[in-house]
C-alpha cells in the first residue's frame, strides 16, 4: 500500500503544462500538452520549434557538484 500512495503523490500536483509554443505562439492540443508533461519534449507542428522543459526546478537533489 505505501507504493500506491508514492505513487499518487507524483500526481496530486501535476506540473502546469504550456498552452502555446512559446515561439510562434500556435495553440497546442490537449494532446500535445499531455505528451510535453510527460516527455519533457515536443516540437512544434507549426514552426518545428523544439519546446525542452527543464526539470531541474522540479527535482529536489542537490546540485550536481555536490556528488562529486
Do not use: F
Not at 500506491?4 to 502555446?20: G, L, T
Not at 527543464?54 to 556528488?67: C, L, T
Amino acid at each position: 500500500m505505501a507504493e500506491n500512495s508514492d505513487e499518487n503523490k507524483k500526481y496530486e500536483n501535476p506540473q502546469r503544462a504550456i498552452d502555446a509554443c512559446p515561439h510562434c505562439g500556435q495553440d497546442l492540443s490537449p494532446w500535445q500538452q499531455v505528451l510535453l508533461t510527460i516527455d519533457r519534449a515536443l516540437v512544434c507542428k507549426n514552426c518545428w520549434y523544439r519546446i525542452i522543459l527543464d526539470i531541474s526546478e522540479e527535482e529536489n537533489s542537490p546540485p550536481s557538484d555536490a556528488k562529486e
